[in-house]
């Protein structure tokens, strides 16, 4: 697998992933291990050797002065 294919996994993974959070928020799923399931930990997903940032997999580049997804 090169880095482009684990990049594509890596977007399907944080779709699946933000859907899973919202299903567990309003209480229509059981709690999950993010990690486990995922590949995601502390802002990174990982898919075999590659960690890919959330900037990168979501197209958006951090930026904290505009609020964005992340607050400092």
Do not use: C
Not at 26 to 48: K, N, Q
Request: glycine letters at 12%; charged letters at 25%; aromatic letters at 16%.
């Amino acid at each position: 697998m090169n880095r482009q294919d684990a990049l594509e996994i890596a977007k399907t993974n944080h779709k699946a992933h933000i859907k899973a959070n919202i299903e567990t928020a309003f209480g229509r799923a059981p709690a999950y291990d993010e990690e486990a399931v995922f590949g995601y930990r502390h802002g990174w997903y990982t898919v075999g050797e590659f960690n890919f940032g959330s900037d990168e997999v979501t197209g958006e580049p951090y930026d904290y002065t505009q609020g964005g997804w992340a607050y400092l």
